[in-house]
């Protein structure tokens, strides 16, 4: 028996979901909202990571496969609705991810050259969605920045904004990011962990980078490293926070050179105020001590730190989609083992998710494998009975409403394109940023 099946969203999660199905021989649409696919592997992996980057290989592996079928460019909620996939497929999973920012609730956070981590990124990998003045106005004003949080995503903003010319100029970055990255008159970025250097979330390698890149120097308070009885423990049952910790300590001597860039990494130490009248000037920042369950306490102890550019990198939020549950404390789609879970707590009858929608925005690309074959694995049992619809999906119904999907063939004009820029400035590829450009790269026309 051969389901079809739609998955909506064509990031990680959505492919290995789609290549779970195809695997067990059934047929896939994959609806993407954006005019070419892989999600964060594009717009969130950071441009400078090429191997994590490269995984891209493996996903358009799945996505040229005969039974599996590309629709980008069509937004579901807008373009079709999640009722009207549910009568056209055998199952839907939603693979949507998590695409907004977590709000810090302080005052000032709203003033420009206060940007969320997320429209950072956005901007420097070439989001066609990312608001460019507002990134590009908080850059020109900026020789001190504060990032706010110690996750991987916090180490990526740091990375970028201190970064010599040399190591941003081999990626696909578009060129007015690249122009304006170079020129950038930032000299020091303070970066604010609320907890303890034993809680900071980050991985050792992405940690260990920062210290590794020329023309940059990391600098440490050794205060920061008198940890308290709370979190000894957690060095001594976890490699990862023993290592990240040892990694840290190695830089308490570092001398500073005049001429580098200066990264500050600040523990114990949570965002209480942005300062400025009409844009930032800076944040008023209070110390915290660690309660014993290993929580951050305001001492009502403050210092302030001069910046002109806020960049808040305190994790991601799912939003609702029209027509699904949506639990509204954790950001995520009500589920359980993937069956999306209505409001009598019963599972929707072909509804089902997976990802960062499913279960919140944690862990690395790979993670999602896993995740996205458990929840096939839901499916395929639950749906294993069931009298196929057969039919073509929704693709008649999207062209009815005039929408022309592109399919892996459009993306592969976009790849062809992107190379092609590149190889003229220079450079291996450039990303297209712009709506307009990609969709016209997509149907060939240029
Ligand atoms: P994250 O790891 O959850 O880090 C969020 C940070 O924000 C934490 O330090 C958290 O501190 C802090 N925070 C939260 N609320 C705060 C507040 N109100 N005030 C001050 N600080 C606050 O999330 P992320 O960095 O956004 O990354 C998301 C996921 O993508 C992670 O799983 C990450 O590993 C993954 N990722 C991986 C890579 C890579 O592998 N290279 C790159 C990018 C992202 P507390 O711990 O105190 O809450």
């Known amino acids: 028996m051969t389901l079809r099946i739609a ?18 021989g059934h047929h896939v649409d994959v609806i993407e909202r954006l005019p070419v696919p892989f999600g964060l592997v594009r717009y969130g992996v950071a441009p400078d990571h090429y191997s994590i ?10 996505l040229l496969e005969p039974n599996v079928r590309l629709l980008a460019g069509v937004e579901v909620g807008r373009d079709v609705s999640v009722d009207e996939l549910l009568a056209a497929y055998d199952g839907v999973v939603l693979t949507y991810g998590a695409s907004r920012d977590r709000l810090l609730q302080i005052p000032g956070e709203d003033l420009p050259g206060s940007l969320a981590a997320t429209d950072l990124v ?33 180490v990526d903003v740091t990375r970028v904004l201190t970064a010599p010319a040399d190591r941003l100029e081999r990626t696909d970055m578009p060129q007015h990011v690249l122009d304006i990255l170079e020129s950038s008159g930032i000299r020091d ?19 260990r980078e920062l210290g590794e890149i020329d023309g940059i120097d990391v600098v440490v308070e050794p205060a920061d490293f008198e940890l308290e009885p709370v979190v000894v423990g957690l060095m001594e049952s976890d490699r990862v926070v023993a290592r990240n910790v040892e990694v840290m300590r190695g830089w308490i001597d570092n001398e500073p050179a005049e001429g580098n860039r200066h990264i500050h990494l600040h523990f114990h130490s949570r965002p209480a105020e942005i300062t400025g009248t009409d844009r930032v000037s800076g944040v008023v920042v209070e110390r915290t001590a660690l309660d ?14 001069e910046a002109q550019l806020i960049v808040r990198s305190v994790g991601y939020r799912g939003m609702p989609l029209a027509g699904v549950p949506f639990d509204a404390s954790r950001h995520v789609v009500p589920n ?3 069956r999306v879970l209505g409001e009598d707590g019963v ?4 509804l089902y998710v997976a990802g960062w929608i499913k279960r919140g925005p944690t862990g690395i690309i790979g993670t999602n494998k896993k995740d996205a074959g458990a929840t096939v694995a839901s499916l395929l049992a639950d749906r294993v009975d069931i009298a196929p619809r057969g039919g073509d999906g929704v693709f008649a119904l999207l062209l009815e409403r005039g929408i022309t999907p592109i399919h892996i063939d459009g993306w592969q004009a976009v790849d062809a394109a992107e190379r092609a820029l590149g190889q003229a400035q220079g450079r291996d590829r450039t990303t297209i940023h712009e709506h307009d450009s990609l969709r016209a790269a997509a149907s060939g026309v240029e």
Do not use: F, M
């Open 7 to 24: 998955i909506v969203g064509a990031g990680p999660s959505g492919l290995y979901a789609t290549d779970a199905l195809n695997s067990a």
């Open 53 to 62: 980057r490269s995984v891209r290989g493996t996903l358009e592996k799945v």
């Open 122 to 154: 956005a901007w420097y990998c070439g989001h066609p969605d990312a608001d460019r003045a507002a990134v590009e106005s908080a850059l020109s004003a900026a020789t001190s920045v504060v990032v706010v949080g110690v996750g991987n995503v916090s």
């Open 189 to 207: 970025v303070h970066v604010l962990g609320r907890r303890s250097p034993a809680q900071a979330t980050w991985t050792t390698k992405e940690l």
């Open 292 to 305: 014993e369950s290993g929580a951050a306490r305001g001492t009502g102890e403050t210092y302030e730190i």
């Open 336 to 338: 359980a083992d993937g």
């Open 347 to 350: 599972p929707i009858p072909g």
